[in-house]
């Protein structure tokens, strides 16, 4: 989608409402354990004080379902931001309302204020109208940033939008696009698609726009024992979505009658039960007893996966290949996210779509080493399967003139 851009803009003495994706992580102490969304956000913040603006920023927390918990207060993210922009942010008392309007309208230019929790009044994601209004109200001009959350329609992703005349993509929100926009449509081949995580439901969707431009799925994590039992294969106690056999074995025809390369794990690590102290063993695929359940792949599915992925010209990732919180189950995880880092230095475009395949590469210290990891797990899965974000479509198209 082509719209307007945030390096389109001047905003020199212009109120700039920023919808960011301030919904990170806390321990019991309220501390922040991972601030990647907050440094994610920071160039577009950047470029807005920096013209002189006035830069007014909004985002979720957590679930609070209408209500102000404290546990879910932005506040830790106004101290974080002062930090890392060396500037003090002040986090606001609410999102609305006389005191916020107050501080809003004591601003100077290049200076910046944080709203408190929008989900702290259901009618953000109930996309109120009324509330739109009441943000929008902040502001003349707008920026979505948070694409973690363009794939929900809520008043401060596409509410807003009706009430503000000139409203762009942010420097994220813009790379987002750019690299899962690109795979789809222009990738570099082979194109090939890593597939994992619990179950097959969330993915067959995703599944069905891929097969339409890749050359390659490899499929791994619990999902691959429904397409195992589609097969006639024991899995032993296994993760199976019964409903779903039906469905597993049409794609496993699909990927077959097109000429797609769709590999299954050709052997798999198994336990007893999902802990720590679990009794595993590495079986074949066909070989899963029935006493046990499979929680990672093995080394021969790692060694299959590693000689198409190093071939490949465009790689993306969605979904752990095992119960990668468990150290014993982590191993074929955290070997995908090595391989990806070689194949990027090969110079394959390689895309990590958000969520746990995001954390797991964290865990690797690998953030550098490959193209882009997403911010948004859902909002990629979404992408990738072929939906219009309405927090994408709802910005001003790039004709627009600032």
Known sequence: MNKLSVSDIDFKGKRTLIRVDFNVPLDDALNITDDRRIVASLPTIKKVLGDGGRAILCSHLGRPKGKAVPEMSLKPVAKRLSELLDRKITCAPDCIGDETVKMIEALVDGEAILLENLRYHKEETDNSPVFARQLAAHAELYINDAFGSAHRAHASTEGVTKFIDICAAGFLMEKELKYLGSALAEPQRPFVAVLGGAKISGKIDVIENLF??????????????????????????????????????????????????????????????????????TVPA????????????????????????????????????????????????????????????????????????ALAVKKCGLEDKLSHISTGGGASLEFLEGKILPGVAALSDAKVVV
């Open 212 to 281: 339409n431009r890749v050359d390659a799925i490899l499929i791994g994590g619990g999902m691959a024992f429904t397409f195992f039992k589609a097969m006639g294969m024991n899995i032993g106690q296994s993760l199976l979505e019964d409903d779903k056999i039906g469905m597993a074995g049409e794609i496993i025809k699909k990927a077959k009658s097109r000429k797609i390369k769709f590999l299954l794990p050709a052997d798999c690590v198994v336990a007893d039960e999902i802990t720590d102290d679990a009794r595993i063993d």
């Open 286 to 357: 066909d070989g899963i007893r029935d006493d046990m359940k499979g929680v990672d792949i093995g080394p021969r599915t790692i060694q299959l996966f590693r000689d198409e992925l190093l071939i490949a010209g465009t790689v993306v990732w969605n979904g752990p290949m095992g119960v990668f919180e468990i150290d014993a189950f982590a191993r074929g995880t955290y070997e995908i996210a090595g391989i990806l880092a070689e194949a990027t230095a090969d110079g394959a475009v390689t895309i990590v779509g958000g969520g746990d395949s």
